[in-house]
Structures are given as C-alpha cells and as structure tokens.
C-alpha cells in the first residue's frame, strides 16, 4: 500500500476566500485523483492529476475553480477558490500504485474535512 | 448508465450477529470490484478488490464475494470496532464508479 497525508487535516474557512489542499505520497505515482465528499454522500470524482500535464476535470467541477497543481510524481495540490459554504466537504486525494493499470486499487488519503462559513 | 447501489443504507447490529451488506452493480466492462472501511472524518480505507464472479477474498471477519450483478460483504461475529462505513466502488472501462455506502453500527 502507499502512505498519502494531507495538508490541512481540516480547516474554517470565511466565504470568498481560497484554500489549498497538499497531497504528498511515499512513492513515486503515475496518476493523483481528487474527491469530494459531501456530508452523507458517496465520494464525487473531481479531477485527475498527471505529472507534466494538465489536470483532466469531471463534468460539473471546473479549472477556475478547482485549479490543480501536479509539480512531481510524489505531490499534488487542490486549491478550492472563491468558497461558499455548498464548498463544505471532505476532500479526498488518492493513487493507483504501480503503473495505474486498469485494475490497480486506489488508496485513499486521511481527507482534509472543509467547513465554510 | 453505470451505476453502484448499496443496501442497507444503516444497520445495526449485536456484538457477534453475523450479517452481510449488500453491492448491487451495473457498469460495462467491469475491470474491478473494490470494498472500502470508512471511519466518521478519514479516507476510506482499502479492504478488498474482486476481479470476477465467483472469487471470494477473506481478512479476519469480513468475507467478500463476487457475482456477474452484485457482491456482498459477510460480516462474521462483527465486533464494537467494526462500526463504520463500508463503501463499495466498481471499476468500468472509463472511471470508478462509488456507491453511497452501508452504515455499520455494532453494539456491544
């Protein structure tokens, strides 16, 4: 398995501000994924991460929004902008180990809990 | 359309009262068949991952197995600290595919 941590465990925030979230794992990965989970829901796909190019974004989450940084194969970011309190979730970044083969597992990250206010 | 339904959405359970949680599928091309712990504020956590019907994987109390349509998650004597969300997530030819999950509560 891999060892992922996250950057802010959880954090407040005011409306109107932005935040980033740091992702960074013990091992060199091909693709980083991006989730939200919203209170009492399933997990939502947000964007996938690949080193060297841009994020690919799922229909409803937009770059303006949601703008993702992949500088090495070890870490990502995701920066949540302009907040208002429907942002309230938590996020979730995952890998596929190995060369991201179509049915390699994705470990999760502890998740960054975000509540807007 | 792919789509991932898990039942029940809550359960409750006595120490030691066996169950088994339920994870209805429909995708094409199904790559992958995957079981997730998920405690109140973490990231879920990997538990299992099924390629085709008829396997079966175990790890202390917790059984799954596979069909062509769903796949169930045995728990056996469940214990107080086998009380979280158990998510299930399948894998089609284009993405990962979660269901909304199965509240497990055990009491002692």
């Known amino acids: 398995s891999a060892v992922i941590s996250q950057k802010p465990s959880r954090d407040i925030c005011q409306r109107g501000t932005s935040l980033t979230i740091q992702c960074q794992v013990d091992s060199q990965v091909t693709m980083m994924f991006w989730y939200r989970q919203q209170p009492g829901q399933s997990l939502t796909l947000i964007a996938t991460a690949n080193q060297g190019s841009e994020a690919t974004y799922e229909s409803g989450f937009v770059i303006d929004k949601f703008p993702i940084s992949r500088p090495n194969l070890t870490f990502s970011t995701l920066t949540v902008s302009n907040m208002s309190p429907e942002d309230s979730s938590i996020y979730l970044c995952?890998?596929?180990?190995?060369?991201?083969?179509?049915?390699?597992?994705?470990?999760f990250g502890p998740g960054t809990r975000l509540t807007v206010l | 359309e792919d789509q991932v339904t898990q039942s029940p959405e809550a359960l409750r359970l006595q120490e030691g009262e066996s169950s088994s949680l339920n994870c209805s599928y429909t995708v094409s091309g199904l790559r992958g068949l995957f079981w997730y712990r998920q405690d109140p504020g973490k990231g879920p956590e990997f538990l299992f991952t099924?390629?085709?019907a008829g396997e079966e994987k175990e790890k202390e109390r917790l059984k799954a197995t596979l069909t062509k349509k769903e796949s169930f998650l045995h728990i056996t004597a469940p214990k107080p600290e086998d009380s979280a969300t158990y998510l299930c997530?399948?894998?089609?030819?284009?993405?990962?595919?979660f269901g909304t999950g199965t509240r497990l509560k055990v009491l002692a």
């Open positions: 997530a399948v894998q089609g030819t284009y993405k990962y595919i």
């Open positions: 099924l390629y085709s």
């Open positions: 995952s890998v596929f180990l190995g060369l991201a083969g179509p049915t390699d597992t994705q470990y």
